[in-house]
C-alpha cells in the first residue's frame, strides 16, 4: 500500500508531463509549414507517452497506472490516424522492451483502441468543446470500470478508491488538454480570418482607387469627342458614331460610380432613407444581370417607407441577395422582391424559383467564403448579415431544394416626431401600392 502523500506527488508529475502536449501545441503553432507543426507536436507526444509509461504510478505493490491513453488520443484525433497508429507502434515497442510478459496484452488491447479511435476521427471534427470532452470519457469510463471491478473481485477495496482518484485526475488532465488545444486551434482561426479580412479591405481598396483614377483619362476622352462632334463637315456615320461613343463613355462612368459606392470604405453617417425608391433603383441596376440568364424580376413595392440607415450599404446588402437570387436560376425564372409595413418595421422579401438550400447549407450560410458557387467568394452574405445586424433588423430564410428561396428582412421603420404627432401625414400613398413591374 503506497503513501497518500506520495500518491499525489506521482499524480502532479503526471500532470505536468501531460501539459506539455498543449504546451508545444502553443509554441509550434507559430511557426509554419505543416511538417513543422506535424513533427514537434507528434514528437512531445511520444516523449510524454515515454515518460508516463516509464515512471508510472504505483497503485499497489503489482499494480502501475500511467497516463498513455491521453497521447494516443491527442494524436488520434488531432493529428491523424496515421500519426496516431505511430503512437501505437511506439507504446508497443516501449511496452516490449519495459515488460515484454505484457506485450501480447498490450497489443490486443490498443488494437481495439484504434480501431475505435480510427472509426471516431471522422464524427470528432464537428463536435463543440463538450460533446468532444464527453467523447473523451466514454472511452476511458469502460478502461476504469474494467479495472475497478478487477481490484473488487481482488478484495482489494481501499486501493480501488485510489484508482478512481486517478481515473478522476486523468479525465480532468485530458479535459484540460482538449480545453487548451481547442483554445488554440480557435485562436489561429480567428488570426487567419483578419488576415485574410485585411486582405480583401486592402484589394477592393486598390480596386476603387483604379477605378477612380480611370475617370480622368475617361473626362479628357468625352472632351475631345464632344469637341469634334461639333465639326460641321462630318458624314452621317461619323456622327452616329461619336454619339455612340459618349453614350457608352458616360455608361461605363455610371458603372464606375456604382461600383465605388460600393467597394470605398463607407463612412457615411445613417440617416432618412427612401426605402421604397432605393428597392426600385436596386432592381433597376440588378435588371440586365438578370436578363443574361433570363431571369426577370418583378417588383411590388408600397409607398412610403422610410428607415434609417446608410443609404450605399443599404443597396449593397440587396444587391447581395439578387444577385445570389438570380445566380440561383442559371436557367431562368421569376424573381420577386416586395416590401410592405408591417406594424414597427418595413419586411422586405426577396423570393426566387432557384436551386435551393438544404437544410445543412441554411446553416453554414454568413460564414465566411462558403459558398458552393466556382466563382463564389462566400463573403456576400456574411457582409449582408452583418448590414442586417448594424440596421438592427432581423433575417429568415426559407429554402427548399430544387423548389427555392425566400429571404425575409425586416428593418425598424422611421417615425419622425411629426408622424407620431399627425398619423395622417403620409396619407394618400402609405399603404398603397405603388409599382408592379
Ligand atoms: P457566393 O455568392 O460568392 O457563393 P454568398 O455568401 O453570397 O457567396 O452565398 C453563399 C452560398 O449560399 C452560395 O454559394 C449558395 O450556395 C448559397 N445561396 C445564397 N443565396 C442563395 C439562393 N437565393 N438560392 C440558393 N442558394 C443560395
Ligand atoms: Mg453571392
Known amino acids: 500500500m503506497v503513501l497518500l502523500y506520495d500518491f499525489i506527488a506521482e499524480l502532479i508529475f503526471h500532470f505536468l508531463i501531460m501539459m506539455l502536449i498543449p504546451f508545444i501545441h502553443k509554441i509550434s503553432s507559430h511557426w509554419s509549414g505543416r511538417w513543422r507543426t506535424f513533427v514537434p507536436f507528434l514528437s512531445v507526444l511520444i516523449v510524454a507517452l515515454f515518460l508516463t509509461m516509464t515512471f508510472p504510478v504505483e497503485i499497489t505493490g503489482s499494480q502501475f497506472f500511467d497516463l498513455k491513453f491521453i497521447p494516443i488520443f491527442v494524436a488520434f484525433f488531432y ?11 511506439i507504446l508497443i515497442s516501449i511496452k516490449g522492451f519495459l515488460s515484454p510478459e505484457d506485450i501480447w496484452f498490450a497489443l490486443i488491447n490498443y488494437t481495439i483502441i484504434s ?12 463536435r463543440t468543446f463538450g460533446q468532444k470532452v464527453s467523447i473523451a470519457a466514454l472511452f476511458y469510463l469502460p478502461i476504469t470500470i474494467t479495472r475497478y471491478v478487477i481490484f473488487l473481485q481482488r478484495d482489494l477495496k481501499e486501493e480501488g478508491v485510489y484508482l478512481l482518484l486517478f481515473s478522476a485526475v486523468s479525465i480532468i488532465t485530458l479535459s484540460m488538454i482538449i480545453y ?10 480567428i488570426m487567419q480570418k483578419v488576415k485574410n479580412a485585411e486582405k480583401i479591405n486592402a484589394i477592393s481598396q486598390l480596386a476603387a482607387s483604379v477605378a477612380h483614377e480611370i475617370r480622368n483619362p475617361m473626362t479628357t476622352v468625352k472632351g475631345f469627342l464632344q469637341m469634334i462632334k461639333d465639326e ?15 453614350e457608352e463613355l458616360d455608361r461605363t462612368n455610371h458603372i464606375i460610380s456604382d461600383f465605388l459606392s460600393l467597394a470605398r470604405p463607407d463612412t457615411a453617417a445613417a440617416r432618412k432613407v427612401y426605402l421604397s425608391e432605393l428597392l426600385l433603383e436596386v432592381a433597376d441596376f440588378m435588371r440586365p ?21 446608410n443609404p450605399n450599404e443599404m443597396k449593397q446588402l440587396f444587391i447581395n441577395l439578387l444577385k445570389n437570387s438570380i445566380e440561383a436560376m442559371p436557367g431562368g425564372g421569376i424573381l420577386e422582391v416586395s416590401a410592405y409595413k408591417k406594424n414597427t418595421t418595413a419586411d422586405i422579401q426577396i423570393k426566387d424559383e432557384g436551386v435551393g438550400m438544404s437544410n445543412e447549407t441554411v446553416q453554414m450560410l454568413g460564414q465566411p467564403y462558403y459558398s458552393t458557387k466556382t466563382k463564389g467568394t462566400g463573403l456576400g452574405l456574411m457582409i449582408s448579415f452583418d448590414i442586417i445586424s448594424r440596421l438592427n433588423g432581423k433575417y429568415s430564410i426559407e429554402s427548399t431544394e430544387g423548389k427555392g428561396t425566400t429571404f425575409t428582412i425586416s428593418l425598424p421603420l422611421y417615425y419622425s416626431s411629426e408622424e407620431v404627432l399627425s398619423p395622417s401625414y403620409h396619407n394618400g400613398t402609405e399603404g398603397q401600392q405603388v409599382k408592379e413591374t
Do not use: C, P, R, W
Not at 480501431?115 to 464537428?126: E, H, I, P
Open 79 to 89: 493529428i491523424s490516424s496515421f500519426a496516431g497508429f505511430f503512437t501505437i507502434f
Open 180 to 189: 487548451l488545444i481547442e483554445m488554440n486551434l480557435l485562436q489561429e482561426e
Open 115 to 126: 480501431v475505435l479511435f480510427y472509426f471516431a476521427g471522422k464524427f470528432y471534427k464537428d
Open 289 to 309: 444581370y438578370g436578363l443574361m440568364s433570363k431571369v426577370e424580376i418583378k417588383t411590388s413595392i408600397f409607398e412610403g417607407i422610410y428607415i434609417v440607415g
Open 232 to 246: 460641321k463637315n462630318l458624314t452621317a456615320n461619323q456622327k452616329s458614331f461619336i454619339k455612340v461613343s459618349l
